[in-house]
Structure formats: structure tokens, C-alpha cells
């Protein structure tokens, strides 16, 4: 892990598109502004962790299609 010191409006560049801006220091709490490229997707750490575990649970789930051919023959 690479650990930098910055101060408020100093910005850590990663590559030659994102940066990322110290904008408020309070406390125990740091807020941090990420400019990045839309096809970059940016979340908080918890969130990512959430996404992944819901597409995991996803993609080893089996559908229950039991009630779909009703549905259909139906129409």
C-alpha cells in the first residue's frame, strides 16, 4: 500500500486520468473528491463489497421458473 500526506485542495493523481482531491479534513473524517472517467466506476469500499456478494449470490442461484409457462400459456 502506497501512504501519501496531503493537504486540503492537494490532489493524488492515479494514471494519467484519475485524481483525487483532499476537500475537507473534520475530525476523524476526510472528504475526498474523485474525478474520474465515466467508464471508471467509483463506490466506497462497503458498497463495492455489497455489489459483489449480491452478484456472487447471483450468479450461483438457480430461477424458479415453475410459475412462468402459466403465465404464459395464459396470454
Same mark, same amino acid.
Given at each position: 500500500?502506497?501512504?501519501? #500526506?496531503?493537504?486540503?485542495?492537494?490532489? +493524488?493523481? &492515479?494514471?494519467?486520468?484519475?485524481?483525487?482531491?483532499?476537500?475537507? &479534513?473534520?475530525?476523524? %473524517?476526510?472528504?475526498? *473528491?474523485?474525478?474520474?472517467? =465515466? #467508464?471508471? =466506476?467509483?463506490?466506497?469500499?462497503?458498497?463495492?463489497?455489497?455489489? =459483489? #456478494?449480491?452478484? %456472487?449470490?447471483?450468479?450461483?442461484? !438457480?430461477?424458479? /421458473? #415453475? *410459475?412462468?409457462? *402459466? +403465465? /404464459?400459456?395464459? !396470454?
Amino acid at each position: 500500500m502506497l501512504i501519501l #500526506s496531503r493537504k486540503i485542495n492537494e490532489k +493524488i493523481m &492515479i494514471g494519467d486520468d484519475i485524481s483525487v482531491t483532499i476537500i475537507e &479534513i473534520r475530525g476523524d %473524517q476526510v472528504k475526498i *473528491g474523485v474525478e474520474a472517467p =465515466k #467508464s471508471v =466506476k467509483v463506490f466506497r469500499h462497503e458498497v463495492f463489497e455489497a455489489i =459483489k #456478494s449480491e452478484n %456472487q449470490a447471483a450468479a450461483v442461484s !438457480q430461477p424458479d /421458473l #415453475s *410459475g412462468l409457462s *402459466g +403465465i /404464459l400459456l395464459d !396470454q
